[in-house]
Nanobody, 114 residues
């Protein structure tokens, strides 16, 4: 199982980005999916998660500014982030629970700066 994240980049404060993560490989189904981020000198933290049934959980820091969605037929999870702030700058990692195993993508850099 492999996860391939994309969509990061440089954006000005107040701007928007959409991250995508495709899960590939041989598996029966994907359970929970999510996005984490790690800023320099900080621990990796959960940004948002979505269960197999569609239940979402958002970190307080992004609540109201971000939306997670998943396209099960395409094994893809998306993160739409709006009104971005400099403190959103981090490497964003997608995560997927496949069976009883936890998998990570390679990370995509998001930099919010003027």
């Amino acid at each position: 199982v492999q996860l391939q994240a994309s969509g990061g980049g440089l954006v000005q404060p107040g701007g928007s980005l959409r991250l995508s993560c495709v899960v590939s490989g041989r598996f029966f189904s994907i359970n929970a999916m999510g996005w984490y981020r790690q800023a320099p000198g900080k621990q990796r933290e959960l940004v948002v998660g979505i269960s197999g049934g569609g239940t979402r959980i958002y970190a307080d820091s992004v609540k109201g500014r971000s939306t997670i969605s998943r396209h099960n037929a395409e094994n893809t999870v998306y993160l739409q982030m709006n009104t971005l702030k400099p403190e959103d700058t981090a490497v964003y990692y997608c995560n997927a629970m496949v069976g009883w195993s936890n998998y990570w993508g390679q990370g995509t850099q998001v930099t919010v700066s003027s």
